[in-house]
């Protein structure tokens, strides 16, 4: 067998994939049961209405050939009044709106259409782990900038060098706070001055906190000059595992990636897409109750704690651990996983990411555990 190609070696170890086998083989051990609180996987799934009409779908006739390659035109209008009716934000559904399965697709490809081999592509430092991924399969030098935070965990981007392409996510996994004030203004700025395009991934856009509302980098003056915006029904349905995004935004780099779609694939499940409407254009009742569940699990957890957490949004808490108290102490000793900093960047080191996105007596078990070991630390 020849040598793999230089794009697989370039690819760093999947950081979740790691995470789960390290937390499967403490499980595996002897103890009372682990409680796992190091992933983001929605146990709160989508509302009735959405899986019946994935159901009622599957079962025409009609439907289990291949869907048309660039969604269905009624999905990307429903996405379009979407993002007018609650982000404020006019989106043409023809040119500005690609469909996807999943946004993590798009994190990837995002990079291969933005920046040629050599080029740079600059990630936040905290960053979500797959984003390397993209710049290492397009051949693309990778970059951090710091998230200050003091300042909230924004970037001072007026001090940034140009680069292909600069990644940005509120609200942020794993800093768990919303975009703080002048930081899209700022973004529509260093795109201006350098060139560069923005990639902001808004997974989390509807899941914030105390009254916040949600907030689309695209309603910022300038920036459909300057960019796009990922969006998923993952967060905002629990249709986590459903695979279906969207990237939308600027005409000429959505129409790069319709052109790399083109070419890799043909189409999305058709009843996957009425699914997707279903949610979209349905009762909108559930979005504030999986908000408001989340919230009511950030302050179970915050309230335990004798240290503060980060909490404005998404559903993780973003926590500085005490000296003397790791994440593998916390998995060892105490059963309970989250998931190191260490893996969200090189400023990541001495925090954890902790998810809310499980069963409340989960959840309730682990925050017992977290309270044990955090007083056990700062006596």
Not at 129 to 145: H, K, N, Q, V, W
């Amino acid at each position: 067998m020849r040598p793999r190609p230089a794009r697989i070696e370039r690819l760093p170890e999947q950081y979740f994939v790691g995470l789960l086998g390290r937390v499967a083989a403490a499980a595996a051990e002897a103890g009372p049961p682990l409680v796992d609180l190091g992933r983001g996987n929605p146990e709160l799934g989508p509302p009735a209405h959405v899986v019946e009409a994935l159901v009622e779908s599957a079962r025409r006739p009609d439907v289990h050939g291949y869907a048309p390659i660039r969604g269905l035109a009624r999905t990307r209008e429903a996405i379009a009044r979407r993002y007018r009716d609650v982000y404020g934000v006019e989106l043409d559904p023809d040119r500005e709106i690609a469909v996807l399965p999943g946004t993590k697709t798009g994190i990837v490809e995002l990079s291969l259409v933005l920046a040629d081999e050599g080029e740079t592509v600059r990630l936040p430092d905290p960053y979500y782990p797959d984003y390397p991924s993209g710049p290492a399969f397009a051949g693309a030098g990778l970059e951090t900038f710091p998230l200050d935070p003091d300042a909230g965990w924004a970037p001072h981007l007026d001090d940034v060098d140009a680069a292909a392409a600069l990644y940005l996510n509120y609200p942020s996994n794993p800093c768990a706070v919303c975009a703080p004030d002048g930081v899209f203004a700022a973004a529509v700025r260093w795109a201006e001055r350098t060139g560069g395009a923005i990639v902001h991934d808004a997974a989390y856009i509807d899941l914030v906190y105390d009254g916040r509302a949600p907030a689309s980098f695209l309603a910022t003056p300038g920036a459909k000059d300057a960019g796009v915006e990922m969006w998923s029904m993952s967060k905002t349905y629990g249709m986590a595992g459903w695979r279906i995004g969207f990237v939308v935004g600027n005409a000429e780099i959505v129409e790069r990636i319709n052109v790399l779609n083109d070419h890799e694939r043909v189409g999305i499940f058709e009843p996957m897409q009425r699914a997707t409407i279903a949610a979209l254009e349905g009762p909108q009742e559930s979005v504030a109750e999986r908000v408001a569940t989340y919230e009511r699990r950030r302050d179970l957890l915050a309230g335990a704690l004798a240290a503060p957490i980060v909490c404005e949004g998404t559903f993780f808490v973003w926590l500085s651990l005490p000296e003397g108290l790791t994440a593998e102490r916390l998995l060892e000793e105490h059963r309970v996983a989250v998931a190191p900093g260490e893996g969200f960047g090189p400023s990541g080191a001495g925090w954890a990411r902790i998810s809310l996105a499980v069963a409340d007596d989960v959840l309730a078990l682990g925050v017992e555990r977290l309270a044990e070991a955090f007083a056990g630390v700062l006596a």
